[in-house]
Nanobody, 121 residues
Framework: QVQLVESGGGLVQAGESLRLSCVAS????????WGWFRQAPGKPREFIARIVLDGTTQYHNSVKDRFTVSRDNAKNTLYLQMNALKPEDTGVYSCDLVGVQSRGLPVSNYWGQGTQVTVSP
């Protein structure tokens, strides 16, 4: 079973930066995509950023020029560098890994428990 653990959240002021980490444990045969979602209070979870199989990165328009998603394969870790944070970036950030645990098995979706990011005005 693949487990994901996020860290790096916290309380910051608008304009400041944070870096989130998501560490994966357990064996996985192929990662189709690995990314970040955010859920703000009272709102549905929304896509923020991801890295897909060929290394391409994708971003929500609202963060495209401020956030950077990256991956360290040696450390089995996904990062989200968040710069110029805004109050509307507040929410619980969860990482999502879509992949195949073993050859022949179907594609599965794994989620971390999330880390809280709060941006004050």
């Amino acid at each position: 079973q693949v487990q994901l653990v996020e860290s790096g959240g916290g309380l910051v002021q608008a304009g400041e930066s944070l870096r989130l980490s998501c560490v994966a444990s357990g064996s996985i045969f192929r990662v189709n995509s690995w990314g970040w979602f955010r859920q703000a209070p009272g709102k549905p979870r929304e896509f923020i950023a991801r890295i897909v199989l060929d290394g391409t990165t994708q971003y929500h328009n609202s963060v495209k020029d401020r956030f950077t998603v990256s991956r360290d394969n040696a450390k089995n870790t996904l990062y989200l560098q968040m710069n110029a944070l805004k109050p509307e970036d507040t929410g619980v950030y969860s990482c999502d890994l879509v992949g195949v645990q073993s050859r022949g098995l179907p594609v599965s979706n794994y989620w971390g428990q999330g880390t809280q990011v709060t941006v004050s005005p």
